[in-house]
C-alpha cells in the first residue's frame, strides 16, 4: 500500500520564478493538505483541499496556490519566489470525514537563490 | 485560534532512560491531540493521537501520552529510551467539528531529542 509520495525530491530556484510541487494521497485518501516547514520551526498549514475545492487555508500570501485532480493528487504552485519561501513543504492525505488524521509525504525541499 | 507550545527545544539522555516530552495547547474549542516523529531529512510520522475517551494513549514504538484537559497539556513520555528514538518530535492539535479550524493541524515547535549511548 503506496503512502503519500511528493515531488520532486529537491528544487532550486531564483528569486522571482514559479515552483509546482506534486502529491499524490495515500490509497483511500481523499483530502490533501499543504504544510512549509521552514529550517528549524514546525510545519505551518497552508491550505487543504477536498473534493477539488479549497477547504481551509492559513496565513499564507495568494502567491500561493494550489490544485486537486479528480484522482485526489495534488498540486502547490508558488508564483514571484522570494529567499523566505525556501523551506521544506509538506503534503499530508486524509480522509473527507476525518481530515485531522493526517499522514505526511517525505517533503520536497525548495531552494531559492 | 489555537496554538501549541512545546515547552523544551532540545532534550539529551542517555539510553534506557526515561524520557518526557512536554506540550500545552490552547483552544476555544474543544481539540483532538496529535504526537508526530520526524527523522532528519524525512517527513512526519503519526505516533500516537488522542481523539476522545481514555485520557492515556499509546502509540507506536513505546511511545504513550497522556491528555490533561484541565492543564491543557499532553505530554509525550516513554519508560525506556534507545539510540533509534533520536529525532525532532512535535506536537499538533486540531480543533474539533465545531470549530473554525477543524481539519487544520496546527504544530508546535518542535523538541529535539537525542540519546545518548
Known amino acids: 500500500d503506496a503512502g503519500v509520495t511528493q515531488s520532486p525530491t529537491h528544487l532550486i530556484k531564483t528569486r522571482g520564478q514559479q515552483v509546482t510541487l506534486r502529491c499524490s494521497p495515500k490509497s483511500g485518501h481523499d483530502t490533501v493538505s499543504w504544510y512549509q516547514q521552514a529550517l528549524g520551526q514546525g510545519p505551518q498549514f497552508i491550505f487543504q483541499y477536498y473534493e477539488e475545492e479549497e477547504r481551509q487555508r492559513g496565513n499564507f500570501p495568494d502567491r500561493f496556490s494550489g490544485h486537486q485532480f479528480p484522482n485526489y493528487s495534488s498540486e502547490l504552485n508558488v508564483n514571484a519566489l522570494l529567499l523566505g519561501d525556501s523551506a521544506l513543504y509538506l503534503c499530508?492525505?486524509?480522509?473527507?470525514?476525518?481530515?485531522?488524521?493526517?499522514?505526511f509525504g517525505p517533503g520536497t525541499r525548495l531552494t531559492v537563490t | 485560534a489555537q496554538s501549541v507550545t512545546q515547552l523544551d527545544s532540545q532534550v539529551p539522555v542517555f539510553e534506557e532512560a526515561p524520557v518526557e516530552l512536554r506540550c500545552n495547547y490552547s483552544?476555544?474549542?474543544?481539540?483532538?491531540l496529535f504526537w508526530y516523529v520526524q527523522y532528519p531529512n524525512q517527513g512526519l510520522q503519526l505516533l500516537l493521537k488522542?481523539?476522545?475517551?481514555?485520557?492515556l494513549v499509546k502509540g507506536i514504538n513505546g511511545f504513550e501520552a497522556e491528555f490533561n484537559k484541565s492543564q491543557t497539556s499532553f505530554h509525550l513520555r516513554k519508560p525506556s529510551v534507545h539510540i533509534s528514538d533520536t529525532a525532532e518530535y512535535f506536537c499538533a492539535v486540531s480543533q474539533n467539528a465545531g470549530g473554525t479550524s477543524y481539519g487544520k493541524l496546527t504544530f508546535g515547535q518542535g523538541t529535539i531529542l537525542t540519546v545518548h549511548p
Open positions: 488522542y481523539l476522545s475517551g481514555s485520557t
Open positions: 499530508a492525505s486524509s480522509l473527507g470525514s476525518i481530515p485531522y488524521e493526517q499522514y
Open positions: 483552544s476555544s474549542v474543544s481539540v483532538y
